[in-house]
């Protein structure tokens, strides 16, 4: 509680003229004040919030009908539930009635740097900005717990210490330092434990200090490239470790404020450091090293000098750090990859090559083993399908891991959907996008009526994704109760309509370009009508290279495997769905015995009983 004359008298207060106020490391405490009037004939409710989540007391105070009214401090030092609302900055709720003022103090202090980029929103308004904070939030943390996962994978399949290093660098870096820089730490995982959260700050903030040192010793290969930086790296490392057994003994404050400055000095020794292995030295790998340093020194400087005073709070210097970041470990992952390759290069020199080629082989089988479980987890081990339709399947993979995927969904009794589609490319690039497709599809599911609109959908999930993979695809839904069906495409073969009542095979391909072109792109969505005993036949383009084979599997027909595969179709439509899919499988298996497919094979065959 602050003294009422101090709140009264105008004379100790500064005006901020609109800037954000920032004060860098300061022991002082602040008192804020501002007026709110409604000029409207209608009630508000409004939302007064901080934006910065490490203030350690905040307190808000108002008067009300002339009366002085103290609200319930909120803080670091406090319990997360003491928050008026769920946002992981804090917040006050203010009611105005029509022509009402008020006038609102705000008492700040805290032993991290002050910035108080303090905000009036109406209500609604400030859960919009909440739901796309968390928005944000969780696209940087998904990204990033992605590319740790990966690592992690990565590391216990070939046993390479960098990889190691890299994941407990993100663990502290990345993952826990962020949440609790972001204020994410006591709103998930420790909001009645405040003293932890406050203490936990700067361990983890030393923590991540220290691992930045063996993960860029490691990473730049310097015991090797340059014998003086390494030991400069690790005396680097026993400092920040001395930090780490300081933090008992020294005050909160000093501690924080020589992270940052230690944190800088780390900036300026990685850029230094990775532009001489970089450029003078020529190891590869430095090069990402330094790009992803230079995003996080751009980042961090950003951050730092915001929280020291010196630039003004805006979106960049509030976003800078994970921004940086998140760049940072998609920079780093590729070059660590690239490390890996260089580094495995100069130990081969060393070894007999028949055992290096058998342990690569080993390691490329284990990664595709792990992928083909990716990928056979994406498509439907049963088919759930009503009665009154019959559905048979069929998969043929080019390689160990294929890029094909379809999935069929019983929506009802008397519906179904189905999509099948051709991811480019084979092996894990393959596997992850069609995995990324399975999550996608069932995402779009509540727009099954609407094959274009799950197509839209997929597009607008997939674009951009995983190395930039494009994939075709084609969307079929089905109504027996009211006799239609509606199809989309997007760049896929055609969907034959078999109408055995009339001997008649109609090719339907709607217009679409292929899914991940670009976000805005538009599918196109035909309608029939069905009778019973119709037949479906959706397929990938593998199955028409089958038909440009002769019996030994070689290629006989280029460029006519589409024409010669409606003539095999119209010779056999007379067959029970059964019996035509018995007779595809047959005659795959003698053009493909001798020679594997070069593509993936796919192909789904719906047929309606009477």
């Known amino acids: 509680m602050f003294p009422l004359d101090l709140a009264k008298d105008k004379n100790q207060y500064t005006h901020s003229f609109g800037k954000i106020p920032n004060f860098g490391n300061t022991d002082k405490t602040y008192l804020f004040c501002y007026q709110i009037k409604n000029d409207t004939q209608v009630a508000h409710d409004l939302v007064v919030f901080i934006k910065y989540p490490l203030l350690d007391h905040v307190q ?188 008992p003994f020294l005050p909160y404050r000093l501690l924080n404020a020589s992270g940052d400055i230690y ?142 995927f379809y999935d069929i969904v019983k929506l009802s009794e008397t519906e179904i959907i189905c999509l099948i589609a051709d991811v480019t490319g084979h092996g894990v690039p393959a596997a992850i996008e069609a995995a990324m497709l399975k999550i996608a599809f069932t995402q779009s599911l509540r727009f099954a009526t609407s094959p274009s609109l799950v197509l839209n959908r997929i597009n607008r999930s997939l674009v951009g994704t995983y190395q930039n993979q494009l994939l075709t695809a084609a969307a079929l839904y089905i109504n027996l109760e009211h006799k239609y069906f509606r199809i989309a495409n997007a760049g896929h073969p055609p969907l034959y309509h078999v109408k055995q009542n009339s001997n008649v095979i109609l090719p339907i391909r709607p217009k679409g370009k292929l899914i991940g072109l670009s976000k805005d792109l538009e599918f196109h969505e035909e309608e029939y009508e069905l009778a019973t005993h119709d037949q479906f036949f959706l397929f990938t383009d593998g199955l028409w290279d089958v038909w440009e084979r002769d019996e030994r599997g070689e290629k006989e027909s280029e460029g006519k495997g589409e024409e010669l595969f409606l003539e095999w179709m119209h010779s056999h439509m007379e067959l029970s769905a059964d019996q035509l899919h018995a007779k595809l499988e047959a005659f795959i298996k003698t053009r493909t015995t001798y020679i594997p497919p070069e593509d993936d094979i796919t192909f789904i065959l719906f047929s309606v009983r009477p």
């Not at 739901?131 to 399949?157: A, R």
């Not at 015991?223 to 790296?233: A, D, T, V």
């Not at 990402?288 to 961090?300: R, S």
């Not at 759930?384 to 048979?392: L, Y």
């Open 60 to 247: 808000f105070f108002e008067t009300t009908n002339g009366t002085f009214v103290t609200f319930p401090a909120q803080g670091r030092l406090y319990s997360f539930f003491a928050r008026e609302k769920r946002y992981r900055g804090f917040s006050h709720e203010l009611e105005l009635s029509p022509q009402e003022t008020k006038q609102i103090w705000v008492l700040v202090s805290t032993e991290s740097s002050m910035s108080v980029p303090l905000f009036v929103a109406k209500e609604k308004d400030f859960s919009h900005f909440v739901s796309d904070d968390f928005l944000i939030q969780g696209f940087y943390f998904g990204i990033v717990s992605v590319m740790t996962f990966y690592n992690f994978f990565v590391f216990l399949l070939i046993r390479d210490k960098a990889y190691l290093y890299y994941v407990i660098y993100l663990l502290f870096g990345s993952i826990a330092f962020q949440l609790s820089l972001n204020g994410i730490l006591p709103m998930y995982f420790f909001p009645n434990q405040p003293a932890l959260v406050w203490n936990l700050h700067n361990i983890i903030y030393y923590l991540f200090l220290f691992f930045s040192f063996p993960m860029s010793m490691t990473f730049m290969n310097l015991k090797e490239n340059s014998p003086k930086l390494f030991l400069i790296f690790q005396m680097g490392m026993y400092i920040s470790l001395l930090g780490l057994f300081l933090i």
């Open 263 to 404: 944190s800088l000095c780390l900036a300026i020794l990685g850029i230094s450091a990775s532009s001489y292995i970089a450029f003078s030295v020529k190891f590869r790998p430095a090069y990402f090293f330094f790009f992803a340093f230079l995003f996080v020194i751009i980042g961090g400087l950003g951050t730092l000098m915001k929280y020291m005073g010196v630039l003004p709070v805006n979106p960049f210097t509030e976003n800078a750090f994970q921004i940086a970041m998140a760049i940072e470990v998609i920079l780093m992952a590729f070059g660590l990859g690239d490390r890996i390759s260089i580094v495995r290069k100069e130990n081969e020199r060393t070894q007999i090559k028949a055992e290096i080629d058998k342990q690569k082989l080993l390691a490329f089988q284990k990664e595709l083993l792990l992928a083909k479980k990716l990928q056979e987890s994406t498509l439907p081990s049963k088919v759930n399908h009503p009665e009154i339709v019959e559905v048979n399947a069929g998969y043929l993979p080019a390689s160990l891991v294929g890029g094909d």
